[in-house]
């Protein structure tokens, strides 16, 4: 019998604020559901016809997974003061952005959605909690 929790799982957001691996690994998961996402907006999309703007979805979704690009760089510096100040900086922004970022994921057409901008900020505030803590990983 396979007991492994899947996405899919009531329980899979409940998050371990104590691991950074685990984190960071849904941070990348929520970054492929959103390309997934991006993709069924463009000519490469083979399904239903998309929504009447597929660009302006592309657009916002897009943008959503290009601000995670600071981040990127600063978890790879591994300096948790400025790791934490990114993370604020991008709860901020994707706070700011959510009805837009909310409404080109659901005018998406043609995919069963398993993300949501509430799982990435959930996954953004376990990893201020690692990394205010003073934690820093072992590169």
């Known amino acids: 019998m396979n007991t492994a929790k899947t996405l899919d799982d009531a329980n899979a957001f ?3 604020i104590t691991n950074p691996l685990q ?3 849904m941070l990348l998961w929520l970054t492929t559901e959103v390309a997934t996402t991006i ?3 463009t000519p490469y999309y083979q ?3 998309p929504s ?3 660009l302006k ?3 916002w979704l897009s943008e959503f997974v290009a601000s995670l690009n600071s981040l990127s760089r600063t978890l790879i510096v591994n300096d948790s003061e400025t790791i934490v100040l ?3 900086n991008l709860i901020s922004y994707w706070n700011h952005y959510s009805e837009e970022i909310e409404a080109a994921r659901e005018q998406t057409l043609g995919d069963e959605f398993t993300w949501k901008i509430d799982q990435g900020l959930l996954i953004l505030t376990s990893l201020k909690s690692v990394y205010g803590s ?3 990983m072992a590169l």
């Open 86 to 88: 990114e993370i604020d």
């Open 39 to 41: 993709r069924l907006n």
């Open 134 to 136: 003073t934690f820093r």
């Open 52 to 54: 009447n703007q597929p």
């Open 57 to 59: 979805n592309v657009m």
């Open 47 to 49: 399904g239903d016809s």
């Open 14 to 16: 409940q998050l371990d």
């Open 23 to 25: 984190a960071i690994s």
